[in-house]
């Protein structure tokens, strides 16, 4: 008969949700575990965000030192790229990046059980051969690329961000479905690599905006580097070694495909059906947003488990709202940041607070600045986009942002700060913008919100 092994709270999953969770809930757990089928060093660092932006790095700084033109700079276009190298540089810098959050896992000793877990009843936690009896259960799973079986079928010349840098070199042509972030800012890089790249999306955005002007400038720019085709279906083929691309009538031949069709929860096979818990059309469990208790159930999602919010930050917050719940009799409410989301391609794109998608018509003005002719931007050769502000029309209150342009990822931060304290229009223009910055681009997009709510509202205040 298995020996039961009685703790006060089981965290399964070892990545950025769980290792935060554990941080949480070890100020007052006297006994836990952490489990982990491996390999450790969270997806953000093994395979996300960190060797997808060095790559990045290493793409945009020879793209931009070969092309540059008109500044008294001569031989670029005699600039060559070693690309294994290149790629070898990713992957010392990943395995940098994964050093903290191993060491943090394997500290644990035997704490840190090794295996894949499986409910064998309400409270309990099979692993291998031992069995775990949890007053409470974190799950923080993660998530894994969606590929589909027809995808599967063509082996190793489909890859997804969790086996792109480990290739020891690029071929030449390859192919990109899917334009989410993850999609655009990878094709862009492959592209600025000297790979010719040819990306497919069934829908008619990039990037996940929703405003129709900050989409059409975002891929007006991006198809200056690469060829895109939106709003089509597509079918793979193997053919003589290559990958035909199907679609529209039409056959593009690829050495490689990048599949970037989003990411799927960890949660099947954990046995969640097995206790009585029911999964919707998504395999989700019912799920109380503010506490991530699962309904009527001792059980915690945190992170990508969760599919609330798929992104670092979130998941942070998420494992730190889950840990600090689990150790307490009545789990407790958060609030959360105000929403932001980067993608680091080349005009940077970001969204802040309710994207326009999510306004109700009627109920907002939109304040717009062009960067063509930004002093700042034209300076760094980077004077192209367009930032879009959306405030309330009642009162003047900033809601939120869409923008593709120059020094996205430090505006989007602005913009979320001031959405998170509440500002107004007028009371962001009342803060200091430095010449000649980027940042002038929001004052000058937050000038027109005004001009057009003292309009409506005949009060506002125009700085």
Known sequence: MRRLERVEVAIVGAGSAGLAALGEARKAAKSFVLIDEGPLGTTCARVGCMPSKALIQAANEFHRASRARGRGLRGGGKLRLDIPEALAWVRKLRDGFTEGPILAAEGLGRRLIRGRARFAG?????????????????LATGSRPVVP???????????????LFDLKDLPARIGVIGLGSIGLEIGQALSRLGCDVMAFDRSRGVGNLTDPAVNACALRE???????????????VARGG????????RAYVRDLILASLGRRPNLDGLGLESIGVRLDERGLPPLEEGTLKVRGRPIYLAGDASALRPLLHEAVDDGRIAGFNAVRRRPRTFGRRAPLSITFSEPNLALVGSPRAGLKRGGFVTGAASFETDARSLILGENRGLLHVYARALDGRFLGAEMAGPAGEHLGHLMAWALQRGLSVDEMLALPFYHPSVEEGLRTALRDAARKLKRRLGNTTLL
């Not at 991006?222 to 793979?236: A, Q, T």
């Open 122 to 138: 309400p409270n309990l936690l099979r692993v291998g051969e031992r069995t775990f009896l949890a007053e409470r259960v974190i």
């Open 149 to 163: 079986e027809e995808f599967l079928a063509l082996g190793a010349k489909v890859v997804t961000t969790d086996t």
């Open 222 to 236: 991006f198809s200056r580097e690469f060829r895109i085709r939106l709003g089509v279906e597509v079918r793979l």
């Open 242 to 249: 290559k990958i035909e691309v199907r679609t529209g009538g």
